[in-house]
């Protein structure tokens, strides 16, 4: 007997989808401009159309891909001004992490 699918389980594997192509962009093992095949999906996470889809759109919200009429989807191809604004962005919050840790160590601490 099989059982209803509840929103959580349709959002979950939604998340598989984003989560997925997510970390293979990040991870350079989907480049900017590749083509992501509906099919080719479906097949790797073992989901179906409409779910693939809804992941796809959540990340062409995001901007991590584009989504184009009658082509499908394509990994997006950041501006420069975009990878400058992720690259300021990255370098404030990073300094923001760093900056604390510059201090010198108490003398206690530093001598264990």
Excluded: C, W
């Excluded at 998340?15 to 509906?38: I, N, S, W």
């Excluded at 062409?60 to 891909?65: K, L």
């Excluded at 009658?70 to 300094?95: D, F, K």
Aim: aromatic share 2%; hydrophobic share 45%.
């Amino acid at each position: 007997m099989s059982r209803a699918r509840g929103k959580g389980e349709l959002f979950g594997a939604e998340q598989r989808v984003y989560d997925a192509v997510f970390d293979a962009v990040m991870a350079h093992r989907l480049r900017p401009g590749t083509r992501l095949v509906e099919s080719a999906v479906m097949r790797a996470l073992g989901l179906p159309r409409a779910v693939v889809r809804m992941g796809l759109h959540r990340l062409a919200h995001d901007r991590i891909v584009e989504l184009r009429p009658n082509r499908g989807a394509e990994v997006a191809r950041p501006t420069l001004r975009e990878a400058r604004e992720v690259l300021a962005a990255r370098l404030l919050i990073e300094s923001g992490i760093v900056h604390p840790l510059r201090r010198p160590l108490p003398a206690r601490r530093a001598a264990a």
